[in-house]
């Protein structure tokens, strides 16, 4: 029914930056907050930013001045600008959105992407 789509992981080294792109399509009535979670070796999924579709965002203290979320409402996409990486931020990084969909418009899912790998090199 709705499918999350990222771009722009890589390798990068220790200072660089890297632009995540998720784009939303299928069956969307609407979308709430959109976000991006990450996921290292070893360790559980944490939350590193999200946005309402207000516009009005969170961060994880981690990534506070140097990550920078941001939405495209009309083109129900979501961006994660990160610079400044540090080797810690190596990770799968996933897009999450809370949508209504046609078919279910009172009530809210949480959709997920299949996750782009970040390696940043020290």
């Known amino acids: 029914q709705v499918q999350l789509v990222e771009s722009g992981g890589g390798l990068v080294q220790a200072g660089g930056s890297l632009r995540l792109s998720c784009a939303a399509s299928?069956?969307?009535?609407?979308?709430?907050?959109m976000g991006w979670y990450r996921q290292a070796p070893g360790k559980q999924r944490e939350l590193v930013a999200d946005?309402?579709?207000?516009?009005?965002?969170n961060y994880a203290d981690s990534v506070k001045g140097r990550f920078t979320i941001s939405r495209d409402n009309a083109k129900n996409t979501v961006y994660l600008q990160m610079n400044s990486l540090k080797p810690d931020d190596t990770a799968v990084y996933y897009c999450n959105a809370e949508v209504r969909t046609l078919v279910a418009r009172f009530a809210i899912a949480d959709y997920w992407g299949q996750g782009t790998q970040v390696t940043v090199s020290s």
């Open positions: 299928g069956s969307i009535f609407s979308i709430n907050a």
């Open positions: 946005i309402t579709r207000g516009g009005s965002t």
